[in-house]
């Protein structure tokens, strides 16, 4: 929907030029117009938000950083696994970063790779690397909402921040914790998504993800992300120390520590070409 | 042979606080219930214990790595045995990989049979279905470019494939001696052989292609001159290979061929199919892939004997995605003529951060009394493995 479309269809309509068609479709236009005129600024701003947000991490050239991943039953019980992430920032807004997560423990799946290199609305290139075999295997990324190593997060939310992956909404301002965040509703555009939308929480003093809830495919809310304890890299860089997926449905919980974050390590691109796989360790 | 031997001396010398240790430990219980076939092989249980250990360390720019390996089984003495899975150094300059030592590579992208792989020897003694490869000892050059990957391997030193002992299930039934392989080359198990190949990854496409000139992986298998056993021959062969995937969406459509020439009448063979996965099955984080391939090879007999000549296989791979990440796959070959099968069952799951447990079974059903898998005809086995990971 936008402005010219919905004034065309007006100019279209054969009106009379009596006086009170013309009072008529000036009502028309304050009731539908000017709502619709508000509604894009909402798309805009949402935009901008989220556009703000992730442009503050431009420039950041490559990272690694260690994970210590730990998913909790409903029950309290807990499973843990430790894994490694490298990023190569994307060249431009057109595609997505290029990324490597390496698996440390359960010992059994030491030296598992995933090799991922995100599109902005095509499919993403992936490839597995299966360490006991030597075999490295092109994997397909329509599983996107399926749960990542067991965890209660989905591939879709490993892979998938891209900004351009999302159309916006701008909903409201309020308090998140000492903050005040904007709150903002993305709606996935690219496809096999499990979110009909996700609603982020972005902080208005450095822009930075504070919360997402996501709604499933029938629309309920299924999980809530809170990312805590951000701090700042190069001086230029804010990262979150920690990210807690939390299930509402089934009542599991991962919680994830990020520490050791390096910056600019001088990697380029054929480091995330999948020869790198079989000589990853 | 002296230069790994040197490398193995410059490993312990290089060896600091820093050096990675990993592997595995497991235990191996294989059961037969149907009584042998052929004389001298033992029935009912067979256990075993095998040792993976993983040694990795950085030196300047390069990695060391060691892998050594050993399995002692209570009957088959010749799948008690020992290998060196890995031991090699490796770096990389701008463009260029270089890897020196005994390593193990692997190529292709089918599942139920791996045609094109060719540069590692089956250790075969560890389980029918080719995955499980002796170090092989090898110079690699790998060279990244924009328009694809250069790999150039060259393979000083022949591995012969291991194959059960007189006592052992799984066998020919006469039992093959080998002590006493044969080579076409004079040089025997020292001939150079080498490969290049080179891959790409356009979109949705990954390909790869190569040639290789070498001694045959696969031996033919001539009666001895006292009738007793069968020997070993390896040939000198020339192939060429291409391996080929296109991933779109749920499908994954794949691949492999050959070209082999000197072993016989020159022959082609290949296995072509696809994959396809049902995510997520009726809301829950199982995954349920559907196998189908097609297999033909149109060898004859002046070749090394195979089972592939035109048959489909057809399986399903269940994962069940959760924190133990169970997975299930079972397929079936089946003889387009013949009409044997070749079932299959393989299951793993974590028990705990540190212990697996997988199963497998393999069943040989309307095996033909004069076919070539009328040796396994007997062999039907389920297996369960414990392994200690480190």
């Not at chain 1, 030296?111 to 490295?136: E, V, Y």
């Not at chain 2, 001298?40 to 040792?51: D, H, L, P, V």
């Not at chain 2, 720019?61 to 390996?69: H, L, S, W, Y």
């Not at chain 2, 496409?205 to 001694?215: I, N, P, S």
Request: proline fraction near 3%; aromatic fraction near 12%; charge should be negative.
């Amino acid at each position: 929907m936008n402005y010219n479309k919905a004034h065309k269809q007006l100019k279209g309509l054969k009106l009379s030029n009596s006086v009170a068609t013309r009072l008529f479709s000036s009502l028309i236009c304050l009731f539908f117009i000017v709502p619709l005129a508000i509604a894009e600024t909402d798309l805009e701003k949402g935009f901008e938000i989220a556009a703000r947000s992730d442009r503050s991490d431009l420039g950041f050239a490559d990272s690694t950083v260690k994970l210590k991943m730990v998913l909790y039953n409903a029950a309290g019980e807990k499973n843990q696994r430790t894994l490694s992430l490298r990023t190569l920032e994307k060249e431009n807004e057109q595609v997505g970063d290029k990324s490597l997560i390496i698996f440390d423990s359960p010992a059994d799946i030491n030296g598992t790779a995933l090799l991922s290199h995100a599109k902005i609305l095509d499919a993403d290139n992936q490839w597995l690397f299966l360490p006991a075999l030597k075999r490295t295997k092109r994997i397909s990324s329509v599983n996107k909402s399926g749960p990542f190593v067991g965890s209660e997060f989905a591939f879709e939310d490993f892979t998938s921040q891209e900004l351009n992956k999302f159309s916006y909404r701008y909903l409201r301002s309020e308090a998140c914790g000492d903050l005040m965040c904007d709150v903002v509703e993305r709606t996935p555009r690219y496809e096999h998504s499990g979110y009909t939308r996700q609603v982020s929480w972005v902080d208005q003093k450095v822009y930075q993800v504070r919360r997402v809830e996501f709604y499933d495919r029938r629309g309920a809310k299924l999980k809530i992300l809170t990312l805590d304890d951000y701090r700042l890299y190069n001086n230029k860089y804010w990262r979150a120390q920690k990210m807690t997926m939390n299930n509402l449905v089934t009542k599991k919980r991962t919680v994830l520590d990020y520490f050791d974050y390096q910056f600019t390590n001088g990697f380029k691109k054929r480091d995330f070409q999948k020869t790198v796989l079989k000589r990853i360790r | 042979m002296r230069w790994l031997s040197l490398l193995l001396i410059l490993f312990t010398s290089s060896l600091h606080a820093e050096t990675n240790v990993s592997g595995s430990v497991s235990t191996q219980l294989r059961y037969f219930h149907q009584d042998p076939q052929w004389p001298g092989q033992f029935s009912g249980r067979q256990a075993s214990i095998a040792i993976e250990p993983e040694f990795r360390t950085k030196v300047g720019e390069g990695k060391f790595t060691f892998i050594p390996f050993y399995r002692h089984d209570e009957h088959d003495d010749e799948r008690s045995h020992f290998d060196i899975r890995e031991l090699h150094w490796q770096t990389q300059f701008d463009d260029w990989d270089v890897l020196i030592g005994i390593n193990s590579l692997f190529w292709g992208v089918t599942e139920s049979r791996h045609l094109v792989d060719i540069i590692n020897q089956t250790d075969f003694v560890e389980n029918l279905d080719n995955e499980d490869k002796l170090g092989q000892p090898m110079i690699q050059f790998g060279w990244v470019q924009d328009w694809g990957v250069l790999n150039f391997v060259v393979l000083p030193g022949f591995r012969e494939r291991t194959f059960p002992a007189a006592e052992g299930r799984l066998r020919t039934p006469l039992p093959i001696d080998t002590d006493n392989a044969h080579y076409e080359s004079g040089a025997e198990d020292k001939h150079i052989d080498f490969a290049l190949r080179y891959t790409h990854v356009i979109d949705d496409w990954d390909l790869g292609a190569y040639y290789f000139y070498g001694t045959s992986r696969e031996p033919r298998l001539l009666l001895n001159n006292s009738g007793t056993a069968l020997i070993p021959y390896y040939d000198l062969i020339n192939q060429v290979g291409v391996d080929l995937q296109l991933t779109q969406e749920a499908w994954l459509w794949k691949l492999e061929a050959i070209g082999r020439e000197g072993q016989g009448k020159t022959f082609v063979a290949m296995v072509a199919g696809f994959e396809y996965t049902f995510y997520q099955l009726a809301n829950s984080s199982t995954d349920l892939g559907v196998l189908f391939e097609y297999l033909y090879d149109d060898r004859d007999a002046s070749a090394p004997q195979t089972f592939s000549d035109d048959d489909i296989f057809a399986g399903l791979r269940l994962a069940l995605n959760d924190v133990d990440d169970t997975s299930i796959l079972t397929g079936m070959i089946l003889d387009r003529h013949t009409e044997e099968k070749l079932i299959t069952f393989e299951a793993e799951t974590r028990l705990s951060e540190r212990w697996t447990l997988d199963a497998e079974a393999r069943w040989f059903v309307d095996i033909e009394k004069n076919g070539l898998l009328n040796s396994l005809a007997s062999d039907d086995y389920v297996q369960v493995e414990v392994a200690y990971h480190f």
